[in-house]
């Protein structure tokens, strides 16, 4: 009788290790930091400068200033880079923080970037208002294709208010918070094939 029991203790502190080893498998699988898909901003900016010669026009091209374009859970999905040449300012570049999409989101040659568009806006708003620079916070938004958001947070005392934008081409627009929450759905299973071998194209070696 006392071995049954022995043998019954056994067998049951046995299963109870392997499944806990099991589930300790599961989420060793799962943990973010081994599946992540986000690029290093060295890598970023080597593949920004690696565009570079993708705009004929551009006579002697370098990288200015860069600004971090998030989703909605706070991660990097893309850099912004100002591009000038022997004439001055001369566009941007948009390279994507993570290898699910194509390195290239985007190569402009214009003046006005998203980034300086929401910067007009915010010294309009604050220009004979209530609001100071500093009661406004910027959060730029990146959730895939070339449509670029940006989050206001306007701070007046205690009170603080959330105004999202769209950053088109020819305005400024605002926009319900619920456009983006369906955005960042799409995004979060947005995947392009061809992604990883145009990272590894682009900057010769594979991005890990």
Do not use: C
């Not at 049951?12 to 806990?20: E, P, T």
């Not at 010294?123 to 009661?135: C, F, H, K, M």
């Amino acid at each position: 009788m006392e071995r049954k029991k022995l043998f019954r203790l056994i067998l049951g502190v046995s299963l109870l290790v392997i499944a806990v080893l099991g589930l300790m498998v599961i989420l060793a699988n799962n943990d973010p930091k081994e599946t992540t898909e986000e690029v290093s901003s060295q890598r970023i900016k080597e593949a920004a400068q690696a565009s570079l010669a993708s705009f004929e026009d551009w006579r002697g091209p370098t990288l200015e200033e860069s600004y971090i374009f998030y989703d909605l859970n706070k991660s990097p999905s893309a850099y912004l880079f100002n591009v000038s040449d022997y004439y001055g300012k001369a566009g941007y570049i948009v390279i994507s923080a993570t290898t699910k999409l194509d390195p290239i989101i985007e190569i402009s040659s214009s003046a006005e970037t998203p980034v300086s568009k929401i910067l007009v806006l915010v010294n309009d708003l604050t220009l004979g208002s209530i609001y100071e620079p500093g009661d406004v916070r910027i959060d730029y938004i990146y959730l895939g294709g070339q449509e670029y958001y940006a989050r206001l947070t306007l701070r007046e005392g205690e009170d603080v208010s959330l105004r999202h934008y769209k950053l088109e081409r020819d305005k400024v627009s605002q926009v319900d918070e619920e456009v983006l929450l369906n955005k960042q759905a799409d995004f979060l299973i947005l995947k392009e094939e061809s992604a990883p071998a145009n990272w590894e194209k682009l900057l010769g070696r594979p991005t890990d």
